[in-house]
């Protein structure tokens, strides 16, 4: 069966440095994998998502993500954090292949510091 | 645009009452699902549906029942709240599992069971 491990749980960085948020994935075929991002008491929303095509991609506000298949990994980055970043992020995956719901990891937490 | 809607968006529950979670989209999706999200555990799949007339459990189904009998609607049925169903619950649909289709969320029910 497919999963993911975010590693670290909370995550803190200063306005303005780099934001790397950790996933790395097991899947046995190749997978689809996903970042949403959760804002204080409201749903998920996508960040980005990796079908297969460009390894790396990238998603909406200044964030991207490599796949590394060697690594097994989908990290999260942005060069530049800003205070609105402030949220928890989950990593998930789910198969190319057969009616497979996606898996989330169990988040990260970023702070921001002004 | 409506997109994925939960209703109520918290309850207060007494231990052994019963209630429904309702779920509706206006996507035309054909795939739903409903989370629970505990602090620190991230989102556990409790129940799917790959279409109206079809449902399959997930990772975490004891104590919770789901019906789909239409398209739109995804109800999520308590019978005898426990304390342990204490959570927040999330609704989600997408066109489907394959080809990194994108999950669609409400905006979550906030349930205590007391």
């Known amino acids: 069966a497919q999963s993911v491990t975010q590693l670290g749980s909370h995550v803190s960085v200063s306005e303005g440095a780099l934001v790397l948020l950790r996933c790395n994935y097991s899947?046995?075929?190749?997978?689809?994998l996903f970042w949403y991002v959760q804002y204080p008491n409201q749903g998920l929303q996508l960040l980005l998502k990796?079908?297969?095509?460009?390894?790396l991609v990238k998603g909406i506000n200044g964030f991207e993500a490599e796949f590394k298949k060697s690594e097994t990994s989908f990290h999260l980055t942005k060069p530049s954090a800003h205070m609105s970043d402030a949220a928890e992020y989950f990593c998930?995956?789910?198969?190319?292949?057969?009616?497979?719901?996606?898996?989330f990891g169990k988040g990260t937490r970023l702070s921001v510091i002004a | 645009n409506a997109g994925v809607t939960q209703t109520p968006k918290f309850r207060i529950l007494k231990i052994g009452q019963s209630m429904t979670l309702q779920c509706t989209q206006d996507?035309?999706?054909?795939?739903m699902y409903w989370y629970r999200q505990d602090p620190g555990m991230g989102l556990k799949l409790i129940y799917y549906?790959?279409?109206?007339?079809?449902?399959d459990k997930g990772e975490v189904p004891n104590g919770y029942n789901v019906s789909r009998s239409t398209t739109e609607d995804f109800p999520l049925r308590l019978e005898l709240a426990a304390p342990s169903q204490t959570s927040v619950y999330f609704c989600?649909?997408?066109?489907?599992?394959?080809?990194?289709?994108?999950?669609?969320f409400g905006q979550g029910t906030r349930l205590t069971v007391v």
């Open positions: 989600a649909s997408s066109y489907s599992t394959s080809w990194g289709s994108e999950a669609f």
């Open positions: 899947s046995s075929v190749p997978p689809y």
């Open positions: 990796y079908t297969s095509a460009a390894t």
């Open positions: 998930a995956v789910t198969l190319n292949s057969g009616n497979t719901p996606l898996v």
């Open positions: 996507m035309n999706h054909n795939y």
């Open positions: 549906s790959v279409g109206a007339g079809i449902t």
